[in-house]
C-alpha cells in the first residue's frame, strides 16, 4: 500500500471515530437542556467546549485531507508532511482531552479572552488547552503550507488563482479544484497566524501577568475562527467540484466566472468576520458596515456560482445516485440553505434580536452537518468505492442518506424554531419562562437518534471499502 493511500485511509478512521465521540458530546448537551441527567450538569460547559473546538478542528482536518488527495492529482504534496499533521492532530487532542475531562476546561470553543483566565478551573488546564490549540494551530500550518509549496510547484500565483482565465485567456488549464483550493489555503495562512498571535498574548499574560486589550483579542480570535470554519467548507468544495464531473459525465472546468467568484472570497471572506462583533459598540462602527456588506457578498460565490453550478450540471444528466454523490449533492444543498440563515443573521438589525440565541448554533450547525459532514463524508464514500468497486446497493444507501437528512434537519429544525422563540444558546439548563426549549431539546434527541442511526449505517458501508481497501 503506497503511504498516501495508508495516509487517507489513516484520515478517515480519524474522522469516523473522532465525529462519533463529538456527536455524543452533542447529544449529551442536548440531555442536559431537556432536564433529563440533571446530576451530570456541571459537565456541560466541558463537554461543550470539547464538542465545538473538537468538531470545528476535526472538520478541518477531514477537508484539507480531502483536498489534498484531490490535489496530489495534480501536483505532488509531502505525503510525509500528512502523516506529520496526523501525529501533531492526535497529540493535539490529547492535550484538548486532558484540559476538558481532566481540568473541567470550559471556555467554549472560540475561548474568548479573558474567560480562560476567569473560569474558576485550575490553571494548567488553562495551559493545556492553550497547548493543544498551539500544536493543532503548528502542526496544520506546516500541513498546509507544504501543500502550497505543491502548488507553486506547478503554477504560478496568477495561475493558480486563475487570473489568466480573468484577463480572457484559455490556457492553461487549472482545475476549479487547484484554484479553490489556493484561494483557501493562503486564507488558511492568514487564519493560523492570527491564532499563533492571539496564543502569543494569552501566554504572554500568563507569563507577566499585563493584560491584555480584549477587543484586539476579539478580533483577532474571529478572525481566526470565522476562517476556519469558512475555509472548511470551501476545501470540501473543492473536492466536490474535482469528482462531480465523474457522475455526471459533463465537465465543470475553470473559466471567467469561477475566477473572479473564487479571487473576491479570498478577499470577502477576511472582511465578513466582523460580523462577529456587532454587539461590540467599541468596535469602530465602520467596520460593522463592513462586516454586513462583505457576509453578504460572501453568499454570490457560493450561492450563485457553486450551487447553482451544481444544479446545472446535475439537470437531466444520467447520474448514478450513489451514496457518495448524493451525500455530496445535498451537502452543497445544506451548505446553501445554511448560508441563508447565516446571511439573515449577519443582518445587523435583525442580528440585533437573534445574537446569543439558539438561531447561531441553528444556522452554523447546518452549513456544519448537513453542508461539510455531508461533502466530506460523501468524498470518503466515493474514495473507497473507486478503490474497491464493491456492488452498491443504491436502495439501501438511499435509506441511509434518508436517515441522515431527516434526522439531521429535524435537529437543526428545533434548534431554528427555538432561535425563533428567543431561546438563548450556552445555556445547561432553560429557565421556567424559557421551558419551551427543554421540550425543544427532548424533540431534537429523536431527531438526533435517527442522524445516529444513519452516520452509523453509513459507516458502516463505507467503512466495509475502507476495509477490502486495505488490500488495494
Ligand atoms: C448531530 C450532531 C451534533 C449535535 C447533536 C450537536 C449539538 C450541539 C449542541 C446541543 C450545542 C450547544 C448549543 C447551545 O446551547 O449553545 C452545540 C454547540 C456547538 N456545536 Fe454542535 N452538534 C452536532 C454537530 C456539530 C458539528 C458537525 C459541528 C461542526 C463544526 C458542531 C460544532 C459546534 C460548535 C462550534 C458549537 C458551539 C460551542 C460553543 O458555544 O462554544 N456541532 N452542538
Ligand atoms: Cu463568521
Known amino acids: 500500500m503506497n503511504l498516501a493511500h495508508k495516509n487517507t485511509l489513516n484520515w478517515i ?49 477531514a477537508s484539507i485531507a480531502c483536498a ?16 506529520f499533521a496526523l501525529y501533531g492532530t492526535v497529540l493535539g487532542v490529547l492535550f484538548l482531552l486532558a484540559s476538558v475531562f481532566l481540568g473541567q476546561f470550559a471556555a467554549g470553543w472560540y475561548f474568548l479572552y479573558p474567560l480562560p483566565f476567569k473560569g474558576g478551573w485550575p490553571t494548567w488546564a488553562t495551559l493545556s488547552f492553550l497547548l493543544s490549540i498551539t500544536i493543532l494551530g503548528a502542526t496544520w500550518l506546516v500541513w498546509i503550507l507544504d501543500l502550497l509549496r505543491s502548488i507553486a510547484k506547478k503554477y504560478t500565483i496568477g495561475q493558480a488563482l486563475g487570473w489568466h482565465y480573468i484577463l480572457g485567456k484559455t490556457g492553461p488549464d487549472v482545475p476549479p479544484a487547484v484554484l479553490i483550493t489556493a484561494v483557501s489555503l493562503i486564507a488558511g495562512v492568514a487564519c493560523l497566524l492570527s491564532g499563533v498571535v492571539v496564543l502569543l498574548f494569552f501566554y504572554y499574560e500568563m507569563l507577566t501577568g499585563v493584560a491584555n486589550d480584549a477587543l484586539l ?57 466582523f460580523h462577529h462583533l456587532y454587539m461590540d459598540f467599541v468596535q469602530p462602527t465602520y467596520f460593522q458596515y463592513v462586516g ?45 440553505i445554511g448560508g441563508i440563515g447565516a446571511v439573515i443573521d449577519s443582518t445587523i438589525a435583525v442580528n440585533s434580536k437573534l ?40 436502495y439501501f444507501q438511499k435509506i441511509i442518506a434518508a ?31 424559557l421551558s419551551s426549549g427543554a421540550q425543544l431539546s427532548g424533540i ?26 486495505l488490500d488495494v
Open 13 to 61: 478512521m480519524v474522522t469516523f471515530v473522532l465525529f462519533i465521540v463529538l456527536l455524543l458530546a452533542g447529544m449529551f448537551m442536548r440531555i442536559i437542556q431537556a432536564n433529563m441527567f440533571s446530576s451530570a450538569q456541571s459537565w456541560f460547559y466541558p463537554m461543550m467546549t470539547l464538542h465545538g473546538v473538537g468538531m470545528a478542528g476535526l472538520w478541518w482536518v
Open 444 to 469: 431534537a434527541l429523536i431527531f438526533i437518534s435517527i442522524f445516529l442511526l444513519g452516520l452509523v449505517l453509513y459507516i458502516y458501508e463505507t467503512g466495509r471499502r475502507w476495509v477490502k481497501s
Open 355 to 394: 445574537h446569543n440565541t439558539l438561531w447561531v448554533p441553528a444556522h452554523f450547525h447546518t452549513y456544519m452537518i448537513e453542508g461539510l459532514v455531508l461533502m466530506v463524508l460523501g468524498y470518503f464514500y466515493h474514495y473507497c468505492q473507486e478503490k474497491t468497486k464493491l456492488q452498491e446497493n443504491l
Open 68 to 83: 489534498s488527495r484531490v490535489l496530489s492529482r495534480y501536483t505532488a504534496p509531502s505525503e510525509c508532511v500528512s502523516r
Open 217 to 273: 483579542m476579539k478580533n483577532l480570535t474571529f478572525l481566526f475562527g470565522h476562517l476556519l470554519v469558512n475555509l472548511s467548507l470551501y476545501l470540501a468544495v473543492a473536492a466536490v467540484y474535482d469528482v462531480f464531473p465523474s457522475y455526471t459525465g459533463r465537465p465543470w472546468p475553470s473559466n471567467k466566472i469561477v475566477a473572479i467568484s473564487w479571487n473576491s472570497v479570498l478577499v470577502i471572506v477576511l472582511l465578513a468576520y
Open 292 to 336: 454586513q456588506i462583505a457576509s453578504y457578498m460572501s453568499s454570490i460565490p457560493a450561492a450563485v456560482v457553486t450551487v447553482f453550478g451544481a444544479i446545472a450540471l446535475v439537470y437531466r444528466a444520467p447520474v448514478r445516485w450513489s451514496l457518495g454523490f448524493t451525500l455530496m449533492f445535498f451537502g452543497l444543498m445544506g451548505w446553501g
Open 403 to 433: 436517515l441522515i437528512l431527516v434526522g439531521g434537519y429535524g435537529f437543526l429544525l428545533m434548534f431554528y424554531l427555538s432561535g425563533a422563540h428567543s431561546i438563548p444558546r450556552r445555556f445547561a439548563v432553560y429557565p421556567a419562562d
